[in-house]
């Protein structure tokens, strides 16, 4: 394991090699490629260019996780006993509970629900602060922001005083037109009079100022300054009602630099491989080239007995691990790169003992507050999700701005809160969708869905829970990992923030959804009515709770932090030519939605590779 190649010629055809295509990768192999440097994009995941994935991938208003060619599906546990989670209304049997990820050309910018939502400044200062890199501060990484976001709806003022870019690769579209977030009737019959009793924060008093508009733009420089409140329609990462995210960056780059840009899919990167005499220097990879070859893929059964190509490739700068907050550690264990006696447990020489690969997993919790509506709303009766002569599909394709699949996931409308006065910054996303809809079911779990169904969700972010772990559970890089998120009191979160947060969240989302009123509305079908008392909600909220955004789990540190996994310039201690660049090298979970921020570190850590090769 990790000698120098032996029979096989070292052939440095590419400079850097990054593994994994998501929304930290993507924009690292964009822009070395741009600087004019040879890249090659290993990707575990296929294409997805089958009409089906390709229909799931770019309309807003499918579910693009449990298509096989975009999806993986992991088994996790939130918590640390089996009783504890078998209460879970995800749990599986023998399984877990499901979680989804992307796994194609985008990563899980391919499925995820495009909210694209600046963080907190705080999110920034708290990294430079840590490892005493101003580059961090919020000011200077605002200027990643500019650099990547382009917004039609936002004018360019004099000065640019919001700090919008106006002009990078991700489009960012608040698609309803003026006040046309009330304009469905059964949405502004329901939702209008019951957010209007709330207070709501500066974005709702704006938008009324503005008459109506609710396309009020919360990623304003000056709303991340004075940390807001308030209500609006979501930023979504799509262009004319289609997904945006790294799979147009890496393509359109490719297309346009095909000498530099080389993009295989369907490679699953099992091992670095290190210069035995360079300590610890990086020189390339091995990996494994074959369709869901890991586990996780949901045809993972069907292909298990095809054991792929096995092949290596060599970079002469750097290899940067950007495969998210599982298989990056997964990677860095296999490699030799991890806690010493970890490692040692599964027969794995300790290359760099580096305690912190695989802690500090965090992620942000969901609950929701479903309600039968008094009435059936009409605007997606007729929709058959793709099936053939879909109305709505065809509405999308004729470019309807007002077409239900365009449109439905930015018709949602969201506040942003503080889970109580004491909050430094907003820490809650209340949203409403037109669905019933508790998690991220399994589809085989999937419980039928009323047209007249409506659900508030509460959204946590800023948690405080630092005590998920992966760990491995074998040595073959094809096997999932054992995931824990260790939520609640099995966790780090000794006081019970985040369950206080999750239930003063419910708590808002019913009395928005009783008008005012405390308590469960008319109709309320989860929690339901025996969900009185605090303590009720408290069961429920342990239950219940979801979330999507792991993360942290190589977190970034200084030379000295024990459980630091890279430093300040993604680079992992110990180790040369090799870095980090994904949702996992955050200490803590960011901003209220994890995309923009992990855009930003990948187009952070473009210019710190670039300063290192000059
Ligand atoms: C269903 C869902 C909905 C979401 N909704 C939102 C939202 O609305 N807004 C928001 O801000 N965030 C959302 N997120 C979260 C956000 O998309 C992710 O946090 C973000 O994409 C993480 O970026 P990443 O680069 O760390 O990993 P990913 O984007 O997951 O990319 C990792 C890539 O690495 C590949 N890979 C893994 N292992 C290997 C290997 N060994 N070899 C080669 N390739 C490998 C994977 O196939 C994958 O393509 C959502 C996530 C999900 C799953």
Redesign the pocket.
């Given at each position: 394991m990790n000698e120098k190649p032996a029979g096989e010629a070292r052939k440095n055809d590419y400079e850097y090699i990054v593994?994994?295509?998501?929304?930290?990768?993507g924009p690292v192999a964009a822009n070395l490629a741009k600087a004019g440097h040879r890249v090659l994009v290993?990707?575990?995941?296929g294409d997805g260019k089958n009409p089906e994935s390709e229909f799931r991938y770019s309309v807003p208003g499918s579910d693009p996780?449990l298509n096989s060619e975009l999806g993986?599906r992991y088994w996790i546990n939130s918590r640390a006993k089996q009783a504890d989670r078998e209460k879970q209304h995800f749990y599986v049997p023998g399984k877990g509970l499901y979680y989804?990820?992307?796994?194609?050309i985008?990563?899980?910018?391919a499925?995820?629900?495009?909210?694209?939502?600046y963080p907190a400044n705080s999110d920034w200062d708290g990294i430079a602060k840590l490892t005493g890199d101003r580059s961090w501060d919020a000011s200077s990484m605002r200027t990643y922001f500019e650099r990547l976001e382009r917004v039609r709806y936002a004018k360019p003022q004099p000065g640019n005083p919001e700090r919008h870019g106006f002009n990078g690769w991700l489009p960012l579209e608040q698609v309803g037109a003026k006040g046309n977030l009330f304009k469905d009737r059964w949405l502004s019959q329901y939702v209008v009079p019951r957010v209007k009793g709330e207070e709501n924060g500066d974005l709702f008093e704006a938008a009324f100022r503005n008459g109506g508009d609710f396309r009020i733009d919360p990623n304003d420089w000056s709303f991340a300054q004075r940390k807001g409140t308030g209500m609006a329609d979501p930023p979504r990462a799509a262009e004319n009602g289609a997904r945006h995210g790294t799979r147009e960056l890496l393509l359109t780059t490719q297309a346009q630099f095909p000498d530099k840009l080389k993009i295989q899919t369907d490679?699953?990167?099992?091992q670095l491989l290190f210069d035995e005499e360079h300590k610890n220097q990086v020189i390339g990879v091995e990996?494994l080239e074959g369709p869901h070859l890991?586990a996780a893929s949901w045809l993972a059964e069907a292909f298990s007995s095809r054991p792929g190509v096995k092949r290596r490739a060599f970079a002469a700068r750097e290899v940067i691990v950007?495969?998210?907050?599982f298989?990056s550690p997964?990677?860095l264990m296999l490699s030799g790169i991890g806690a010493k006696e970890e490692l040692q447990k599964f027969g794995i020489p300790v290359r760099i003992d580096l305690p912190g690969v695989g802690k500090n997993l965090h992620d942000r919790l969901e609950v929701g507050v479903v309600c039968k509506l008094p009435f059936t709303p009409t605007a997606y009766q007729n929709c058959t999700w793709g099936k053939e002569s879909d109305p709505c599909l065809v509405e999308y394709k004729t470019n309807n701005p007002d077409g239900e699949y365009r449109s439905r996931i930015s018709r949602q409308m969201y506040i942003v809160k503080r889970s109580s006065p004491d909050r430094d910054v907003p820490n809650l996303c209340l949203f409403g969708i037109g669905a019933n809809f508790r998690g991220?079911y399994h589809p085989e779990h999937q419980p039928a869905t009323g047209k007249d169904e409506f659900t508030w969700f509460t959204l946590v972010g800023h948690t405080r829970n630092a005590g998920g772990t992966v760990a491995l559970k074998s040595t073959s890089?094809r096997e999932m990992l054992e995931i824990n998120f260790n939520l609640f009191e099995d966790g780090t979160d000794t006081a019970g923030e985040d369950l206080e947060a999750l239930v003063n969240g419910v708590k808002m989302c019913r009395k928005l959804a009783a008008g005012g009123w405390d308590g469960p509305a008319e109709g309320e079908l989860s929690p339901g009515p025996d969900y009185k008392t605090d303590a009720d909600l408290t069961t429920f909220c342990k239950n219940e709770a979801w979330g999507?955004?792991?993360?942290c789990t190589n977190r970034i540190g200084p030379d000295g932090d024990r459980f630091a996994v890279v430093d300040s310039n993604f680079r992992v201690h110990g180790a040369k030519g090799l870095r980090v660049v994904?949702?996992?090298v955050f200490p803590r979970i960011p901003g209220l939605?994890?995309?923009?921020p992990?855009y930003m570190i990948g187009e952070k850590a473009s210019d710190s590779i670039l300063a290192d090769a000059k």
């Open positions: 593994i994994g295509s998501g929304a930290g990768g290993l990707e575990a995941g996780r993986w989804p990820r992307g796994s194609t985008g990563g899980s910018t499925v995820n629900a495009m909210i694209a939502l490679c699953l990167v099992t990996y890991y950007s495969a998210g907050a298989n997964q990677l991220y890089p999507h955004h792991a993360s994904d949702a996992s939605f994890l995309v923009i992990t």
